[in-house]
């Protein structure tokens, strides 16, 4: 009936399924005030840019913009939230998540149930909204449904700029299908991961192109190649490079021909060096990184953005071989930090979690883990305005016009207020239950501890 076995199938399956499951009890609809107007008075403000906050000031969001900032009194029709002093700063920014595949474990996100799958990631796409997440930059999955459901207030969310499938080669990262599956017919029938939209395998140029072109068609805000080895991916070795330069360049010139990006998941030289060469724009990873792709990078202006791994929890799901790879990206945290701030590379924030709820309820606390390298200030405006920077990059393909990551007159009115001074204490964000007071997103509240 759905034809469950097209992508655009499983579109329209996927928002539908969400908007039953979810109905009209989320918080998106039961706090209803998209074009009504908010006064935020007495807030000390983190503007997303500036290391110090501002004085005592009032805001006024109207029609899901901030209008006005003043430290004088306004006068207006609105619901009035009395700040008390406390810290208002702008939603936060993960620029690199993967929306359908934070819960279930990797043999669900593959095999499991394709409704059961998209009620659980409308679960977590509430969950992440209420840990101050007001936006997700998504790298790889069938997120096109949920994003539809989001916008369109039957689940409460955070905005999504999603990426689609995965592009990927037979054997690269992000191919999981099994060695029974082989071998591979070109223009064959599809496997499993591919008719989810999962990931797509293209081995040529031209296959490139009409996976790159397919993401394009459904929404895609930029578009996500490996060009090198990957973790998850069981067939996938930490060292390889993965797609030809000729490849690549097919993907980035029809992303260009839509007015947007190319990203790759790289972690080596090679893969890094080769996806600058094609025209890529931004760096996935690059924990493996030198001195010279580091140098090359900030002498192209080329986006890195990559995720503070620290320990081993993030490979708590996966098997003995993908632990070891794990390791080795691990050990390079420091490095690609340390490179980063030496050659001045534009550098962005994102978590990178899988298949554990648990470690999401950490994102928090991944931002927070930046002060190893950054200061407070340095790592908010990481996680807000530099991040808000880099979704820009998608220009007319951008799915959210306007200013995000910063408080200002005629900025989108994501705002967070916080029981407390972040920029003082960072850890603040590691418990966003009890931190962030009122979480507004789009102009709409959806948290508000301060009401009587």
């Given amino acids: 009936m759905w034809g469950l076995t097209t992508p655009a199938g499983l579109f329209r399956a996927t928002a539908l399924l969400i908007s039953i499951g979810i109905g009209l009890d989320s918080p998106s609809s039961a706090q209803g005030q998209q074009d009504s107007a908010v006064l935020l008075r007495n807030v000390r403000i983190f503007d997303g840019k500036n290391a110090a906050l501002s004085a005592a000031s009032n805001v006024l969001i109207r029609n899901r913009k901030i209008e006005k900032i003043s430290t004088t009194d306004i006068t207006a029709v609105a619901q009035v939230i009395d700040g ?198 931004c760096i996935e990873h690059g924990h493996l990184m030198d001195e010279a792709s580091a140098k090359l990078m900030a002498e192209k202006g080329i986006w890195l953005s990559t995720q503070p791994f620290l320990d081993m929890s993030m490979a708590a799901a996966l098997g003995p071989s993908e632990q070891d790879k794990m390791r080795q990206v691990v050990a390079g945290t420091d490095r ?55 979704l820009s990059l998608s220009g007319p393909r951008n799915p959210y016009p306007g200013k995000l990551g910063v408080v200002a007159e005629g900025a989108l009115a994501d705002l967070l207020l916080v029981d407390g001074n972040p920029l003082d204490d960072i850890k603040l964000v590691e418990d966003p239950a009890k931190n962030f007071v009122v979480i507004m997103k789009d102009g709409r509240i959806y948290k508000n501890k301060l009401a009587h």
């Avoid at 999603?162 to 060695?179: C, K, V």
């Avoid at 030496?342 to 990178?352: E, H, L």
């Avoid at 002060?371 to 790592?379: L, V």
């Fill in 84 to 281: 008390g002093g406390r810290v208002l700063m702008p939603g936060l920014i993960d620029a690199h998540w993967h929306a359908m595949l934070v819960r279930p474990t990797p043999m669900a996100a593959l095999a499991g149930d394709v409704g059961y799958n998209n009620l659980l990631a409308a679960s977590e796409a509430t969950a992440t909204l209420m840990r101050g997440f007001t936006t997700v930059r998504d790298m790889g999955g069938p997120a096109f449904g949920l994003k539809q459901a989001i916008d369109e207030d039957l689940v409460a969310g955070p905005r999504i700029y999603p990426s689609g499938a995965i592009i990927t080669i037979t054997g690269g990262h992000g191919d999981f299908r099994q060695l029974s599956d082989l071998p591979r017919t070109i223009g064959g029938m599809l496997s499993r991961m591919e008719r989810i939209g999962g990931s797509m395998v293209a081995d040529s140029p031209d296959e490139v192109r009409v996976r790159a072109r397919e993401q394009l068609m459904q929404g895609a805000s930029q578009v996500k190649l490996t060009a090198g080895g990957g973790v998850a991916s069981p067939f996938s070795p930490l060292d390889v490079s993965t797609f030809t330069e000729p490849e690549l360049r097919a993907a980035v010139e029809a992303a260009d021909n839509w007015g947007t990006y190319v990203a790759t998941h790289a972690y080596t030289p090679v893969a890094i060096q080769r996806s600058i060469a094609a025209g890529v724009r």
């Fill in 336 to 390: 690609v930090y340390a490179l980063a701030k030496k050659y001045g590379i534009k550098t962005a924030f994102g978590t990178d979690v899988l298949f554990s709820k648990a470690l999401a309820d950490r994102q928090g606390a991944m931002l927070a883990a930046l002060t190893r390298w950054y200061t407070p200030a340095e790592a908010l405006t990481m996680a807000t305005s530099t991040n808000a920077e880099l």
